[in-house]
């Protein structure tokens, strides 16, 4: 069962707060899976508490509960310097953030999809009134929920090959930075993820290379982890950072790459970036939460002012045939 970034965010508080209170993590996971209920943070400690008694590692037990590989390399990190009370801080204000800006924009979209489900019924009702057939109506309302339900799986589909292809083909992830709109955010994203990682690594003290790896696989980037596998053989071919990534990394981690190697503060260079890359990722999804109602409404505005005109058509072309009878 997947946890919400609202549970995921409590549980990450709730595990630094016990590990910086002296408590060992195994005991720590222990208590937060004690408890009545299901619901929660409970599932998710329960799981890694039970995963974790296999090998007795955490960055593990987080892979095997399937947590997103972004939150296991920052574990992984953590586990390797012992700074998991701060790593598990970072990680519970990003997911608080995720989650707010999610359910802000449910929150937004729920009157103009209500609104948009139930404008069918209202546009269906006064010509079925008027022939006196409520078979007309039930499927005059089927047919247009049939034609929505369709075009939103056409959607949902097209943006899990985009994201798949984006994730997993170097070539397609080219393709998918050219879309508007979908391509800067998902750079936006994938960026500040390997930034992240890769400043968190290095701020536990985590070595250079592993961080790199690391960072790649967490970015869900195809181009992103390609360059860090490519980075990490030129810099064990004697490359610096700067050079083995090159421009293939966003402008604003190159900079602060090459910033943070010749003044010494890469880890705290590199943080910066993924912060500013993190807050544009973050602006995208609020532009989106601001237009999604708009686009909703535009939608139905168009919808309803087809189905008027179609209706006022088909009444005067009914009068005429009628009067030419």
Known sequence: ??????????????????????????????????????GGSLPLARRIAVEMQKDGRIEEAFRRVGLDTA????????????????VCEELSLYHTRLA??????????????FMFLFTPLVISLPRAFSEGSPQMFINSVFSIYAVMAAVTLVLIFAWSAIVRGYRNSHVLNRIVTWIPLAGGWLDFWSGARFTSVFSMYLRSGGSLLRGLTLAGEASRSAALDLC????????????????????????????????????????????????????????RLDVLAEWLPRMLYIVMVVYVGYSIVTMVQNDIYGKINSLMD
């Open 100 to 113: 707010t800006v999610r359910a802000e924009m449910i929150k937004k979209s729920l009157y103009p999809a």
């Open 1 to 38: 069962m997947q946890s919400s970034n609202r549970d995921k965010a409590r549980f990450y508080h709730e595990l630094g707060r016990l590990v910086a209170g002296g408590i060992a993590i195994p005991q720590a996971l222990e208590t937060l899976s004690r408890g009545r209920g299901s």
């Open 71 to 86: 939150d296991c390399a920052a574990i992984e990190a953590a586990a390797d310097s012992g700074r998991i009370e701060s």
């Open 228 to 283: 860090a596998r490519r980075a990490v053989e030129a810099i064990r071919n004697g490359a610096t950072l700067s050079e083995a990534v090159g421009d293939r990394v966003p402008l604003e981690v190159a900079r602060a790459i090459k910033i943070g190697e010749a003044t010494g503060t890469l880890d705290i260079e590199t943080h910066r970036a993924a912060q500013e890359l993190e807050a544009r990722a973050f602006r």
